[in-house]
Protein backbone atom coordinates (compact mmCIF):
# COMPACT_ATOMS: atom_id res chain seq x y z
CA UNK A 1 0.00 0.00 0.00
CA UNK A 2 1.24 3.22 -0.64
CA UNK A 3 0.51 5.78 2.58
CA UNK A 4 2.91 8.32 1.84
CA UNK A 5 1.26 11.43 0.20
CA UNK A 6 4.04 13.67 -1.54
CA UNK A 7 2.52 17.06 -2.53
CA UNK A 8 2.34 18.88 -4.82
CA UNK A 9 2.44 16.19 -7.04
CA UNK A 10 4.07 18.51 -9.46
CA UNK A 11 6.71 21.57 -9.16
CA UNK A 12 8.27 23.70 -11.43
CA UNK A 13 10.78 25.94 -10.71
CA UNK A 14 13.14 28.44 -11.64
CA UNK A 15 16.82 27.56 -11.81
CA UNK A 16 19.01 29.20 -8.48
CA UNK A 17 15.16 28.98 -6.68
CA UNK A 18 14.19 26.85 -3.52
CA UNK A 19 11.99 23.83 -4.28
CA UNK A 20 9.58 22.64 -0.98
CA UNK A 21 8.23 18.87 -1.09
CA UNK A 22 5.91 17.71 1.69
CA UNK A 23 4.92 13.75 2.63
CA UNK A 24 2.49 12.76 4.50
CA UNK A 25 1.61 9.79 6.28
CA UNK A 26 -0.34 7.73 8.73
CA UNK A 27 1.12 5.19 11.10
CA UNK A 28 3.53 5.45 13.30
CA UNK A 29 7.31 5.20 11.92
CA UNK A 30 10.47 4.01 13.18
CA UNK A 31 12.17 6.53 10.27
CA UNK A 32 11.08 8.25 6.78
CA UNK A 33 13.17 8.66 3.56
CA UNK A 34 13.42 10.74 0.12
CA UNK A 35 14.06 9.23 -2.97
CA UNK A 36 15.04 10.96 -6.12
CA UNK A 37 14.07 9.07 -9.74
CA UNK A 38 15.84 10.47 -12.76
CA UNK A 39 13.99 9.71 -16.13
CA UNK A 40 14.19 5.74 -16.76
CA UNK A 41 16.59 4.62 -13.65
CA UNK A 42 16.25 3.40 -10.61
CA UNK A 43 15.69 5.22 -6.99
CA UNK A 44 17.88 6.77 -5.83
CA UNK A 45 18.08 6.96 -1.65
CA UNK A 46 18.77 10.78 -0.58
CA UNK A 47 18.40 11.08 2.86
CA UNK A 48 16.43 8.84 5.91
CA UNK A 49 15.36 10.78 9.09
CA UNK A 50 14.71 8.76 12.48
CA UNK A 51 11.50 9.46 14.10
CA UNK A 52 13.13 10.92 17.03
CA UNK A 53 14.99 13.13 15.10
CA UNK A 54 13.53 17.26 14.27
CA UNK A 55 15.43 18.14 10.89
CA UNK A 56 18.42 16.83 8.87
CA UNK A 57 20.76 18.46 6.55
CA UNK A 58 22.90 16.95 3.21
CA UNK A 59 24.66 19.21 0.85
CA UNK A 60 22.17 21.19 -0.58
CA UNK A 61 19.11 18.98 1.00
CA UNK A 62 17.08 19.54 4.20
CA UNK A 63 14.44 17.13 5.34
CA UNK A 64 12.20 18.16 8.45
CA UNK A 65 10.44 15.42 10.25
CA UNK A 66 7.24 16.48 12.40
CA UNK A 67 5.75 13.35 13.97
CA UNK A 68 2.80 15.44 15.62
CA UNK A 69 1.18 15.97 12.13
CA UNK A 70 2.85 12.78 10.61
CA UNK A 71 4.39 15.41 7.98
CA UNK A 72 8.15 15.60 6.53
CA UNK A 73 9.68 18.32 3.81
CA UNK A 74 12.43 18.52 1.66
CA UNK A 75 13.74 21.30 0.60
CA UNK A 76 16.27 21.43 -2.08
CA UNK A 77 18.22 24.84 -2.24
CA UNK A 78 20.01 26.88 -4.90
CA UNK A 79 18.42 23.96 -7.13
CA UNK A 80 20.19 23.27 -10.60
CA UNK A 81 19.22 21.61 -13.75
CA UNK A 82 20.05 18.61 -12.58
CA UNK A 83 17.78 18.02 -9.84
CA UNK A 84 14.81 17.40 -12.27
CA UNK A 85 13.67 14.15 -11.67
CA UNK A 86 10.56 12.67 -9.29
CA UNK A 87 11.20 12.49 -5.28
CA UNK A 88 9.52 9.89 -3.23
CA UNK A 89 8.95 9.56 0.52
CA UNK A 90 8.79 6.43 1.92
CA UNK A 91 8.27 5.73 5.58
CA UNK A 92 9.74 2.43 7.62
CA UNK A 93 6.83 1.65 10.10
CA UNK A 94 7.56 0.12 13.47
CA UNK A 95 7.79 -3.09 13.39
CA UNK A 96 10.11 -3.75 10.44
CA UNK A 97 9.27 -6.28 8.32
CA UNK A 98 8.60 -6.33 4.72
CA UNK A 99 5.59 -4.57 5.16
CA UNK A 100 7.99 -1.64 6.89
CA UNK A 101 8.58 0.26 3.68
CA UNK A 102 5.44 1.99 1.93
CA UNK A 103 6.36 5.19 -0.31
CA UNK A 104 4.15 7.47 -1.79
CA UNK A 105 3.46 8.98 -5.36
CA UNK A 106 6.20 11.56 -6.02
CA UNK A 107 6.41 14.82 -6.78
CA UNK A 108 7.63 15.68 -10.00
CA UNK A 109 9.79 18.50 -9.85
CA UNK A 110 10.94 20.47 -13.28
CA UNK A 111 13.72 22.91 -13.04
CA UNK A 112 13.94 25.72 -15.48
CA UNK A 113 17.18 26.83 -16.67
CA UNK B 1 -6.17 -3.72 -10.45
CA UNK B 2 -3.87 -5.54 -7.63
CA UNK B 3 -1.27 -4.12 -6.89
CA UNK B 4 2.46 -5.34 -7.26
CA UNK B 5 2.48 -8.53 -6.25
CA UNK B 6 5.66 -10.45 -4.44
CA UNK B 7 5.91 -13.83 -2.99
CA UNK B 8 7.26 -15.28 -0.75
CA UNK B 9 6.69 -12.69 1.81
CA UNK B 10 8.86 -14.02 3.59
CA UNK B 11 11.38 -16.61 2.79
CA UNK B 12 14.74 -19.03 5.20
CA UNK B 13 16.93 -20.49 3.28
CA UNK B 14 20.27 -22.03 4.98
CA UNK B 15 23.66 -20.99 3.48
CA UNK B 16 24.67 -22.28 0.08
CA UNK B 17 20.19 -22.79 -0.92
CA UNK B 18 19.11 -20.78 -3.70
CA UNK B 19 16.43 -17.95 -3.02
CA UNK B 20 13.93 -17.14 -5.50
CA UNK B 21 11.74 -14.34 -5.25
CA UNK B 22 9.10 -13.08 -7.45
CA UNK B 23 7.44 -10.29 -8.79
CA UNK B 24 3.96 -9.71 -10.49
CA UNK B 25 4.03 -5.98 -11.63
CA UNK B 26 0.32 -4.54 -12.12
CA UNK B 27 -1.37 -5.19 -15.25
CA UNK B 28 0.00 -3.03 -18.07
CA UNK B 29 3.10 -2.42 -16.43
CA UNK B 30 6.16 -3.21 -18.40
CA UNK B 31 9.05 -1.90 -16.33
CA UNK B 32 10.30 -3.78 -13.00
CA UNK B 33 12.93 -2.40 -10.69
CA UNK B 34 14.12 -4.29 -8.00
CA UNK B 35 16.11 -2.88 -4.63
CA UNK B 36 17.74 -4.48 -0.99
CA UNK B 37 16.86 -3.07 2.19
CA UNK B 38 19.00 -3.73 4.96
CA UNK B 39 17.79 -2.90 8.54
CA UNK B 40 17.62 0.84 9.00
CA UNK B 41 18.54 1.34 5.79
CA UNK B 42 17.24 3.27 2.93
CA UNK B 43 16.53 0.94 -0.35
CA UNK B 44 19.66 0.45 -2.73
CA UNK B 45 18.76 -0.09 -6.03
CA UNK B 46 19.95 -3.77 -8.44
CA UNK B 47 18.49 -4.16 -11.08
CA UNK B 48 15.78 -2.27 -13.77
CA UNK B 49 14.10 -4.63 -16.14
CA UNK B 50 11.61 -4.41 -18.96
CA UNK B 51 10.01 -7.32 -20.47
CA UNK B 52 12.61 -9.31 -21.60
CA UNK B 53 15.61 -7.22 -21.39
CA UNK B 54 18.15 -6.18 -18.48
CA UNK B 55 17.87 -2.25 -18.89
CA UNK B 56 20.67 -1.62 -15.80
CA UNK B 57 21.92 -4.09 -13.36
CA UNK B 58 24.63 -1.45 -11.72
CA UNK B 59 23.49 -2.39 -8.64
CA UNK B 60 23.45 -6.11 -8.70
CA UNK B 61 26.53 -7.90 -7.13
CA UNK B 62 28.31 -9.37 -9.84
CA UNK B 63 28.33 -13.08 -8.53
CA UNK B 64 25.31 -14.91 -7.27
CA UNK B 65 22.95 -12.79 -7.98
CA UNK B 66 20.74 -12.77 -11.15
CA UNK B 67 17.18 -11.50 -12.51
CA UNK B 68 14.91 -11.77 -15.31
CA UNK B 69 11.56 -10.65 -16.61
CA UNK B 70 10.19 -13.17 -19.10
CA UNK B 71 7.76 -12.20 -21.42
CA UNK B 72 5.34 -14.40 -19.46
CA UNK B 73 4.68 -14.27 -15.66
CA UNK B 74 6.58 -12.80 -13.24
CA UNK B 75 9.86 -11.24 -12.57
CA UNK B 76 12.16 -13.29 -10.41
CA UNK B 77 15.15 -12.43 -8.49
CA UNK B 78 17.39 -14.92 -7.85
CA UNK B 79 19.92 -15.78 -5.28
CA UNK B 80 22.20 -18.26 -5.88
CA UNK B 81 24.17 -20.01 -2.31
CA UNK B 82 23.10 -17.82 -0.13
CA UNK B 83 24.83 -15.88 2.88
CA UNK B 84 23.88 -14.43 5.80
CA UNK B 85 24.99 -11.12 4.27
CA UNK B 86 22.09 -11.78 2.06
CA UNK B 87 19.31 -11.29 4.94
CA UNK B 88 17.60 -8.08 3.65
CA UNK B 89 14.38 -7.15 2.00
CA UNK B 90 13.53 -7.33 -1.33
CA UNK B 91 11.40 -5.12 -2.93
CA UNK B 92 10.21 -4.84 -6.08
CA UNK B 93 8.06 -2.08 -7.86
CA UNK B 94 6.62 -2.04 -11.32
CA UNK B 95 5.51 0.90 -13.81
CA UNK B 96 4.21 1.80 -16.70
CA UNK B 97 6.25 4.43 -17.86
CA UNK B 98 9.36 5.99 -16.50
CA UNK B 99 9.18 8.08 -13.52
CA UNK B 100 6.23 6.37 -12.00
CA UNK B 101 6.33 3.37 -8.94
CA UNK B 102 4.68 1.23 -7.96
CA UNK B 103 6.03 -0.76 -4.79
CA UNK B 104 5.32 -3.99 -3.60
CA UNK B 105 4.95 -5.06 -0.07
CA UNK B 106 8.27 -6.75 -0.01
CA UNK B 107 9.98 -10.52 0.76
CA UNK B 108 11.62 -10.62 3.92
CA UNK B 109 14.45 -13.02 3.23
CA UNK B 110 16.60 -14.76 6.22
CA UNK B 111 19.35 -16.77 5.88
CA UNK B 112 20.30 -19.29 8.44
Known amino acids: SQQGEEDPQALSIQEGENATMNCSYK?????LQWYRQNSGRGLVHLILIRSNEREKHSGRLRVTLDTSKKSSSLLITASRAADTASYFCATDAEGGGADGLTFGKGTHLIIQP | NAGVMQNPRHLVRRRGQEARLRCSPMKGHSHVYWYRQLPEEGLKFMVY????????ESGMPKERFSAEFPKEGPSILRIQQVVRGDSAAYFC??????????FGPGTRLTVT
Open chain 2, 49 to 56: LQKENIID
Open chain 1, 27 to 31: TSINN
Open chain 2, 93 to 102: ASSPRPNEQY
